[in-house]
């Protein structure tokens, strides 16, 4: 009985770590050995896939308009739905429900429909391929999601902390800042999380909006094709690099997101 207790979560997580390691495995093969030898490790350890990925610049600035956009979109994101979210979790006015439903809506649709109308206005304000473009597109939808986040994590907050720091002689900015901000720090912590993954995944805006010199990895590896196919070694060796700046942010914020499934609004 003891053993099966513990026996069928690890065959659980060992299933749900076979393509990451299948991937990690591609990476250090040759093209030609990845469809032509079944193997359950490289036969020919290369490092090539990953030398060319650090020598072309296609590649690592791919990396780097990456980074760039991701950050800057959850910082923005994060930093206005703070504002936001609180007024929703300490004030009621006129329409407030029908206001949060509707920026529940903008999250709820598909980024495809936004693209055509992104691509025209950037381009006619000269931001197409810039950064701060993609990074603001993706607003649209993170700072809905952000917003809902921390109005659950603001509403567990008893409103006696505001009226007594009002009382202490706090202004509004210094409360906020030095101490209701640390007593949400989980659902920051949370928001900022769901805001980088869905920037760092979604393609479709990211491609639409860049051409070259802010176009992301991910729209590099979509194009990573010669005379003979697909450079497969390549691509996994791309996609092996593509999953460390998620696992960081997992393992930064692994506590809070735990909080935040216990807690939060997740």
Not at 139 to 157: D, K, Q, Y
Not at 210 to 224: L, Q, S
Request: net charge positive.
């Amino acid at each position: 009985m003891r053993k099966a207790t513990w026996l069928a979560p690890t065959l659980y997580i060992l299933f749900l770590m076979l393509p990451i390691y299948w991937l990690v495995n591609m990476s250090f093969k040759t093209t030609n050995e990845i469809l032509n030898v079944f193997t359950l490790w490289p036969q020919n350890f290369t490092l090539e896939n990953y030398e060319k990925i650090f020598t072309d610049s296609t590649w690592y600035n791919g990396y780097f308009n990456s980074l760039a956009y991701v950050l800057l979109n959850t910082a923005i994101s994060v930093t206005a739905a703070l504002p936001a979210a609180y007024a929703f979790s300490r004030y009621r006015f006129l329409g407030d429900k029908h206001l949060f439903f509707w920026l529940l809506t903008n999250r709820m649709a598909p980024p495809a429909v936004f693209a055509l109308p992104f691509f025209q206005l950037y381009s006619a304000v000269n931001l197409f391929d810039t950064h701060i473009a993609v990074a603001l597109a993706h607003t649209l939808f993170n700072i809905p999601l952000a917003v809902w986040i921390l109005e659950g994590f603001m509403s567990g907050v008893p409103k006696e902390l505001d009226e007594t720091a009002y009382v202490d002689g706090y202004p509004f900015w210094r409360f906020f800042l030095r101490i209701f901000m640390p007593t949400i720090a989980a659902g920051i912590g949370v928001a900022a999380f769901f805001c980088f993954m869905f920037s760092w995944v979604e393609l479709l805006l990211a491609k639409t909006l860049t051409a070259v010199v802010a176009k992301p990895i991910a729209a590099t590896m979509t194009r990573t094709a010669s005379t003979s196919g697909y450079e497969l070694g390549l691509l996994a060796a791309a996609g092996t690099l593509t999953i460390v700046p998620g696992a960081f942010v997992i393992y930064f914020v692994r506590n809070y997101i735990a909080k935040g499934f216990a807690l939060g609004r997740v």
